[in-house]
């Protein structure tokens, strides 16, 4: 018993999600992932809501714009993120297991 409980323990730690912290980037969709250029160029805002609304896309929040490896979360309240396509946003919450940021606020960034 006493060998079950510290695998326990660090398998539960294992699927916990991250500290609450606080992220700043521009909210896009998780398919492009702000590289709207495989669409033909378009305007972000449009490229956006047309990955959301045709082709089941998630609201995302782009944190670092690299052409190779962009870092995004997908974000876990869609309907907020709605307000703030295309726009710089700070998001407090944290990283869950399957890599979705739990929001637990979001507003325009300054």
């Not at 991250?18 to 521009?26: E, L, N, Q």
């Not at 959301?52 to 870092?71: N, R, S």
């Not at 993120?81 to 295309?86: P, S, W």
Request: proline share 5%; net charge positive.
């Amino acid at each position: 018993m006493k060998n079950i409980l510290p695998a326990f323990l660090a398998a539960a730690m294992c699927f916990a999600a991250d500290a609450p912290k606080t992220y700043t980037g521009i909210v896009t969709d998780d398919m492009c992932a702000g590289n709207h250029a495989a669409m033909g160029g378009k305007d972000p805002v449009k490229c956006t809501n047309e990955c959301i609304k045709t082709m089941g896309a998630k609201y995302a929040i782009l944190v670092k714009a690299d052409p190779v490896h962009p870092v995004y979360y997908v974000l876990s309240d869609q309907l907020s993120a709605a307000n703030f396509v295309g726009k710089k946003v700070t998001v407090n919450g944290s990283i869950d297991a399957k890599n979705v940021l739990q929001v637990t606020s979001m507003a325009a960034a300054k």
